[in-house]
């Protein structure tokens, strides 16, 4: 079982960056496939990137394609999303996925959220 942790999240103006962090705890966190999920208010909880296990293997939505970075640290346990140019709909709670490679169990964190306005 894996824990996760989000952090980075804030409110930043239209065009500047963040950096989430996603800080997972637990056994064998390289045999996760992890993915940065979001949610607006009063919408679905959508998929923004997916980073495969060793990460080699990249994913994003055609929404943040060009301006967010998926990357992942397995020594640290760790993934990150770089995110630049931000636009007001880029707003929502940001929640980092776990998913085991030999599983079917999700995991979630408590998520951050990511506030772009002037």
């Known amino acids: 079982q894996v824990q996760l942790v989000e952090s980075g999240g804030g409110l930043v103006q239209p065009g500047g960056s963040l950096k989430l962090s996603c800080a997972a705890s637990?056994?064998?966190?390289?045999?996760?496939?992890v993915s940065w999920y979001r949610q607006a208010p009063g919408k679905e909880r959508d998929l923004v990137a997916t980073?495969?296990?060793?990460?080699?293997?990249?994913n994003y939505a055609d929404s943040v394609k060009g301006r967010f970075t998926i990357s992942r640290d397995n020594a640290m346990k760790a993934v990150y999303l770089q995110m630049n140019s931000l636009k007001p709909e880029d707003t929502a709670v940001y929640y980092c996925?776990?998913?085991?490679?030999?599983?079917?169990?999700?995991?979630w964190g408590q998520g951050t959220q990511v506030t772009v306005s002037s």
């Open positions: 996925n776990a998913h085991p490679i030999y599983g079917t169990t999700d995991y």
């Open positions: 637990g056994p064998f966190f390289s045999r996760y496939r």
């Open positions: 980073i495969s296990t060793s990460g080699d293997r990249i």
